[in-house]
């Protein structure tokens, strides 16, 4: 994905947008540019950071109007040339997009056989150049060019002839934000949430023009009013914070995100997960289909067992790109977990699903995110907004939203008894606090990766519960740290991967209650005897794992979450690894924090 910022009102673009674009870097940060209104235009554009843009841009500008982004690269390398903005040749247009042009290479062809000169490799140039040769005025040539246009688009573009910043969404987001004297786009609200805090999230379909004192918008031709909405986070909840980094200020956020989570959804008395989805939904449904990515896939392989445990249903979870759809379409609630909200795959498997006439339901982060206008039902996780790549507090928080949705279907199926939801809702709501008390042992996980940090590879062994945990502490190290680290089923170790294992090998082995920490210790066993060096997250009162691990860590006890506490002992080990290892921790490198293409 890309970041995109447009502004237009009575001060200098040029800071406003540079600041934006600071802000938008963890959603790409391969190359970065801005375009301002001037006649011609003046682009400024840069390979690499938005600090080297920063640099070679100058300190102020006398345009009041500009659209700038920064680049996860997808059609061609991350090169001063392909840098956006693109404009034509005689700099009248110039365009920044987030998505794919599908159809950009015929397009281009057409084009240059038409005489057009291209300057990238970029798909998204061929739209400055169509925008050249339609008429009317922005609005018009853009309605014109995205009838030409397959694929997926967020288009902000700016003209030499006026102050405005026109702006076209397919399948990517974008969102215009209202401000006094000035208007603001952006492909999140982190662009411009230092200015304004009052929004309108664009639909598929939806252009709109933005000037100084207006916001129109258009579909199909038709003028309609797209709601104004208040974000309920700052800026302040989206800087550092006094820490290092952003995933550091995130892990030691969870304890106040989990309040959030579960903050008057827990009614004890009475054993009821309080939620929006309605108990119909949950009870009509015979399966449940999870569908997901990355780290949001971790957390459905959690829930997974969650809903079968509690509300006796059958529920798998899915890659979201390897989904091929429900197997029995009437009787499947589709959970599309996507912190997002917007990752290409995610969505595509979830409109699958819809099309093939499922009920979808999405477990998302994000207010006036896709996917949580395109399904039936949405639960949002409220963990406020996470900046760094690596994901850390929002794991934690579908795990417990995706918890309280399985009491709640327990509840509704009559499979869970008053008396043990209650019991559950107590753990949820205590998971917080139990979260602060591993965060407060910071100092000893960042001398077990002092000490084991610098070995050549590392595995994570977990079983129940604990699989999913161990995939998601190996894919954090893997991520900010550039370590060989895998992930497995505890008991597969002995069917393969411990060919592998050796005295360099460390091995971190999740056996916390709810991951049949005995079964684990024969193949903690089998590694030691290996000679790998075993580092081991056990419950409070687990005495044999703990003797024969080189290094213990210990989770307060908390029934079916001890394995999610035990995944913030991980997310420190790999964070502390990186830092020894002086990685780039919150802009990994060849990676974005939300994936919008396929
Ligand atoms: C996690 O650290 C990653 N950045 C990545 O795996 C992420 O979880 C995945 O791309 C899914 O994103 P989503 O939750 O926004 O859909």
Known sequence: MCGIVGYVGDDDALPVILDGLKRLEYRGYDSAGVCLRTDPLTVHKKAGEVDELVEAAPESSEATC???????????????????????????????????????AELRDELEDRGHVFESDTDTEVVPHLLSEAEGELVERLGAVVERLEGSYALACVSADS????VARQDSPLVVGHGDDANYVGSDVTAFV??????????????????????????DGESVDR????????????????????????????????????????????????LDVSDEVLAEHDRVEFVACGTSYHAALYARRLFEEYADISATAEYASEYDGPHAPEETLVVAVTQSGETADTLSATRRAAREGATTVAVTNTVG???????????????????????????????????????????????????????????????????????????????????????DAFFYVGRRLGYPVALEGALKL???????????????????????VTPDTPVLAVMTDGTR?????????????????????????ADEGARLADTVFRVPSLGDMEPLLANVYLQMFAYH??????????????????????
């Open 66 to 104: 500009g659209v700038g982004h920064t680049r996860w690269s997808t059609h061609g390398e991350p090169t001063d040339e392909n840098a956006h903005p693109h404009a034509d040749e005689a700099r009248r247009y110039a365009v920044v997009h987030n998505g794919i042009i599908d159809n950009h």
């Open 163 to 166: 102050d405005e910043v026109v």
């Open 194 to 219: 230092e200015h304004t805090r009052r929004v309108s999230y664009l639909h598929d379909g939806d252009i709109a023009r933005v000037t100084a004192d207006s916001i129109e918008v258009w579909n």
């Open 227 to 274: 709601a104004v909405e208040t974000v309920d986070w700052d800026v302040e909840a989206a800087e550092k914070g006094g820490y290092e980094h952003y995933m550091l200020k995130e892990i030691h956020e969870q304890p106040r995100a989990l309040r959030k989570t579960v903050s008057e959804r827990t009614d004890e008395v009475e054993g009821e997960a309080l």
């Open 369 to 455: 995110s896709t996917a949580a206008r395109e399904t039936d039902e949405t639960v949002y996780i409220r963990a406020g907004p996470e900046i760094g790549v690596a994901a850390t507090k929002t794991f934690a928080s579908q795990v417990v939203t995706l918890a309280l949705v399985a009491v709640a279907a327990g509840r509704a199926r009559d499979a869970l008894p008053a008396s043990e939801a209650s019991s559950v809702l107590a753990d949820l709501r205590d998971v917080p606090g139990a979260v602060q008390r591993v965060l407060d042992n910071e100092d000893r996980v960042a001398e077990t990766a002092e000490e084991y940090g610098w070995d």
């Open 478 to 500: 893997k991520e900010i740290s550039y370590d060989h680290a895998e992930g497995f089923p505890a008991g597969e170790l002995k069917h393969g991967p411990l060919a592998l």
């Open 517 to 541: 920490p005995r079964e684990t210790l024969n193949n903690v066993k089998e590694v030691e005897s290996r000679g790998a060096p075993v580092v081991a997250v056990t419950s409070s009162d």
């Open 577 to 598: 690894v990186a830092r020894l290892k002086d990685r780039p921790i919150d802009k990994p490198r060849n990676l974005a924090k939300s994936v919008t293409v396929e």
